[in-house]
């Protein structure tokens, strides 16, 4: 039966509702991470669940926790938050990017790897009963490197025992085309592969040439100004959408920093995109259908396992 696996177990695809499908809700990165910036340390169950209701308030009903193995992921600590809130949240498998793993994921096999993704599918992550619902690889800027070849690889393996859709980690939007190939040359399922951080590189023929292979494009970077105004992200998504990729659209926030959420004084939180980047959506042109397709049906289609 069809369906969408949460962390308090599996809802109808039709009961999502408005997703984000990449945030971050509590987070551990490495230590040199937390050393080069304390911002992106998550920790506080209080704070999040705060940002939540924010997000619940502005109408959303559903968000991916992105949060891999190798950046703090806590299963427990989910389960906790998810019995506290209304809103449906998703967690993942899989890993980051290859300089963020200690020594015992360094060292992990294709075939270790793929254990543990499946693992975490079927049966439940961190010694709980809650499963993820999607899997997770990354590469580095503008390389692949070696243990992210086996990241690919057993994402790729891992989804064919599943069904499981799978979300990448693309360092400032590089290297996406390549992601689809090694994916698909690893027998990976395109159309259930959506590539994230695409915004930090507004290239429309080579966003073009991944959507046409069948792969979600996703936008996770509306109100950071530093990648490109919004402006940019809405004339992207206006020529994706006369190209015929709105199926293929996803928009999400990547709210994975202190500074960036309300809950810890900073902004603009997770409510942004629908108080504000929605609006402007459609203020310029944007449908309401067309609006709902970007946040509910894409995400419910993209997230939904087919058993």
């Not at 693992?119 to 993820?132: I, P, R, V």
Request: hydrophobic share 40%; glycine share 8%; proline share 4%.
């Amino acid at each position: 039966m069809a369906h969408i696996e949460t962390l308090l177990g599996p809802i109808k695809p039709e009961d999502l509702g408005i997703t984000y499908v990449h945030e971050h809700l509590l987070t551990r990165p490495p230590l040199w991470r937390i050393k080069d910036d304390p911002d992106y340390v998550l920790d506080s169950k209080e704070k999040i669940l705060e940002e939540l209701r924010l997000f619940r308030d502005a109408g959303g009903r559903a968000l991916v926790d992105c949060t891999a193995i190798d950046y703090g992921r806590n299963a427990r600590d989910f389960v906790e938050v998810a019995r506290q809130t209304d809103v449906h949240l998703i967690a993942i498998t899989g890993f980051n990017r290859g300089d963020y793993g200690d020594r015992s994921i360094q060292e992990l096999s294709v075939e270790q790897m793929v254990e543990i993704m499946t693992h975490d599918l079927l049966e439940g992550m961190d010694g709980t009963t809650a499963k993820a619902g999607l899997i997770k690889f990354g590469t580095s800027y503008n390389v692949v490197l070696p243990i992210e070849e086996r990241f690919i690889e057993a994402a790729a393996r891992a989804q064919r025992e599943t069904s499981a859709p799978v979300i990448t980690h693309t360092t400032r939007g590089t290297l996406g085309i390549e992601q689809v190939n090694r994916f698909e040359q690893a027998g990976g399922d395109i159309t259930r592969l959506a590539l994230s951080h695409l915004d930090q590189n507004l290239d429309f023929w080579y966003l073009r040439r991944i959507a046409a292979r069948g792969a979600y494009i996703l936008f996770d970077g509306p109100s950071k100004i530093k990648y490109a105004p919004d402006e940019a992200r809405v004339t992207m998504l206006k020529r994706l959408v006369d190209a015929g990729f709105e199926d293929q659209l996803l928009i999400s926030g990547d709210m994975g920093r202190r500074s960036y959420l309300k809950a810890y004084g900073g902004g603009p939180g997770f409510e942004y995109l629908l108080r504000r980047f929605v609006p402007r959506l459609l203020d310029e042109g944007f449908s309401e259908t067309l609006v709902k397709e970007l946040f509910e049906e894409n995400p419910q289609r993209f997230l939904t396992i087919d058993d």
